[in-house]
């Protein structure tokens, strides 16, 4: 079913679901209860419904009194106080129109009320997750910034503009709703090649799947072992590489490694027939392969991101179980392995939804990247959504220009047969943790198979992979492993160029189950995380040798410029 701004099924089921789950809580739908009857209404851990609702009445007489008073004193400012870092009553009128002071008073208790209300329901924690997910969409949505009618700094705008304002707004949301989703930066201001994706290098190997690119020596002495990275296919490499300042890659190259990155295809209908099994040994195996090969080293070390390091993972562990001991090292940045923890994203899966999937895409099509985009936009809708909705719309502007935006929008999409197996196997029964549970490639997969060395980023505020989640990785591959917990999110705690010194880290030796322990023993460190990363794989990477002044070799030679055209690909 189409749906404006690619709303997916899930997201639907999802928002009716947390209904469901409310109704029942309140005793309208489990037992049966018909109009009339008496329905009791849970107890929580917070004191209750009841308790909470006392709160609410006597938030709102202290408001009103509130209200009275300052009128009387003619003031303003005060009452029920915004958030920390919430930013949408940044402006003054906020603060100096009695007006619009109120009306956020009383946004913002009401907000409150049914962020706590969900909280002091008795029910399911996993029902609980997607119903406070599903409410805080509501809340959000119901901002008085978001309303023409309701915002000073639109109606300010429309006034002076005599209307020019509105109009062009009017015109931008025709223009998404054209296209079937929210334009969230400038997609005009940036050339993957030319703008983002510029560091060089050529093209050694392609098939059906992915390219693997080569980057060339910045620096006259390289290590022996090259690095090979496998970043995510549900988003483009260039994240990695986005422009000199910021590029993972070129702080790679200019500390004497020899870099490789898989580039994954974004997939078409011709695709629509891969599975999990292809990515990992037509995708991950064969670059571990090729990038041996190219380099003629005994071993290489590779990097997995996201979904990238679950699919490398996988790879490591049927490799280990063959015998193989072409790698030296892994690192994974914000990689989940075990599912128990999956975050906001979890809220849409389960066993109805899945299997809805499985018998749409799971023997063949492709799941629109555009879905999947808007999924995660909604994991951080009061930054992506909302913001984006106010500017384009009510204020008529143009998006800004902002190189990790476009990336964000230039979408991928994925196979239906690897996406559904992806979800069931490991959102859903969360099976790749257990060992032998799953067969990849004919080959049973145990993660305690990997003995290697490794360094395993997470990131603290990271809304993909909760980063206890990711700590969890631990307790499952059997080698050396060095956890370190950067500051921020999912990409910019990630993306933290070691140049600009910003943020930090923290580390700690100490080893235990409890994630928070861990946190509670372990030491801040000021700065980036790339910096201690390339002090441990350094040692991994051995002695130093000439650079190379060719890529490839006789086998995989050169052939068209990074960053290769599949990267340029736009979805469907």
Known sequence: MNRPFNMPDEFVDGFMKAGASLWRSLGGAANGERDGAAVSLPLGSSGGIAELQADYL?????????????????????????????????GTEWRENSLYSILKQYYLLNSRYCTDFVEA???????????RFFTRQLVEAMSPTNFIATNPDVIKLATDSEGQSLKAGLDNLMADLGKGNLTITDETAFEVGKDVATSSGAVVFENDLFQLIQYEPTTEQVAVRPLLIVPPCINKFYILDLQPANSFVRFAVEHGMTVFVVSWRNPDASCGHLGWDDYVEHGAMRA??????????DKVNVVGWCVGGTILSSALAILRTRGDESVASVT?????????????????????????????????????????????????????????????????????RF??????????NLPGPMYCWYIRNMYLENNLREPNRLTMCDTPVDLGRVDLPAYVLATVEDHIV?????????????????????ASGHIAGVINPASKNKRSYWISDHRCDDPAAWLAGADEQPGSWWNDWIAWLKPRAEEQLPARTQLGSNLYPPGESAPGRYVKAKAD
């Open 58 to 90: 006597k938030g709102l007489y202290q408001l009103s009194e509130y209200i009275i008073k300052s009128a009387a004193a003619g003031q303003s400012e005060g009452g029920v106080e915004t958030p920390r870092g919430d930013r949408r009553f940044n």
């Open 121 to 131: 329901l008795d029910m399911d924690e996993k029902e609980k997750h997607r119903l």
């Open 288 to 297: 571990i392969e090729i990038a041996r090969s190219i380099s003629g080293a």
């Open 332 to 400: 994974l940045l914000t990689t989940m392995l075990d599912f128990r923890e999956p975050g906001d994203l979890g809220i849409f899966v389960d066993e109805e939804s899945v299997r809805q999937r499985e018998q749409t895409i799971g023997n063949g099509g492709i799941y629109r990247g555009a879905e999947l985009g808007f999924v995660f936009q909604t994991l951080r809708s009061k930054e992506l959504i909302w913001p984006n909705v106010i500017n384009n719309y009510l204020k008529g502007k143009s998006p800004e």
């Open 403 to 412: 190189d990790l935006l476009f990336w964000n929008a230039d979408v991928t």
């Open 466 to 486: 909760p980063w206890r989640s990711a700590y969890r990785t631990t307790g499952l591959f059997s080698g050396d492993i060095r956890f370190v917990l950067g």
